[in-house]
């Protein structure tokens, strides 16, 4: 198993640029979720999907899309970068049923936005 | 909505010394609780859980208790080490308030000097 799988580790973006940044779990999980990490700030919810075809906003949506075409992947998409999209991007999955369900992390991606 | 609050750091100790870091949370019904660490230039990974009242977790010599009375899941250790620095987050699941996503306190920076 290689868990949650993140693409790149990093990136340095022009403003206004295009990209997508890559998830994709091997844990057969329904739930995935994308945050950003701020200083300070702690981790925020930015996307999440509770199944392939079906996603919703999270705290902090704007300038992001998402779609989950699959169970396995789940890709967030700047549409036009701004320098306050600069932080350190987290996938996360969750598997459903139990009594709980823990989230795994991918390892991250540290973008800049000049 | 859900939240959760946790201690403001940065902490600084001593090798050998008795860490705490306090977490108390709001949530609707029964949330289940975690503590999860963030070494430098790592993602997060779990630390401990507790999926209801009274339950403790524990691992690497840390444990915290699930105290419904209070709304609190304090992190406690008896004896750092270096190796211990890192960024604690403590978080809390709910599928009834949050549809299955992680809400994650700002985290503490713990510092443990030799």
């Known amino acids: 198993n290689a868990g949650v799988t993140q693409t790149p580790k990093f990136q340095v973006l022009k403003t206004g640029q295009s990209m997508t940044l890559q998830c994709a779990q091997d844990?057969?999980?329904?739930?995935m979720s994308w945050y950003r990490q701020d200083p300070g700030m702690g981790l925020r919810l930015i996307h999440y999907?509770?199944?392939?075809?079906?996603?919703d906003q999270g705290e902090v949506p704007n300038g992001y899309n998402v779609s989950r075409s699959t169970t396995e992947d789940f890709p967030l998409r700047l549409l036009s970068a701004a320098p306050s999209q600069t932080s350190v991007y987290f996938c996360?999955?969750?598997?459903?049923?139990?009594?709980?369900?823990?989230?795994?992390f991918g390892p991250g991606t540290r973008l800049t936005v000049l | 909505g859900d939240s959760v609050t946790q201690m403001e750091g940065p902490v600084t100790l001593s090798e050998e010394a008795f860490l705490t870091i306090n977490c108390t949370y709001t949530?609707?019904?029964?949330?289940?609780l975690f503590w999860y660490v963030q070494y430098p230039g790592e993602g997060l990974q779990l630390l401990l859980k507790?999926?209801?009242?009274?339950d403790k977790g524990s691992n690497k010599g840390f444990e915290a208790t699930y105290r419904k009375e209070t709304t609190s899941f304090h992190l406690e250790k008896g004896s750092v080490q270096v190796s211990d620095s890192a960024v604690y987050f403590c978080?809390?699941?709910?599928?009834?308030?949050?549809?299955?996503?992680?809400?994650f306190g700002k985290g503490t920076k713990l510092s443990v000097k030799p």
């Open positions: 996360a999955s969750t598997g459903a049923g139990g009594t709980y369900n823990e989230q795994f």
């Open positions: 844990m057969n999980h329904e739930y």
């Open positions: 999907s509770v199944g392939a075809g079906i996603t």
């Open positions: 949530a609707t019904g029964y949330p289940s």
């Open positions: 507790a999926t209801k009242a009274d």
């Open positions: 978080a809390l699941l709910n599928y009834g308030g949050s549809q299955g996503n992680l809400i």
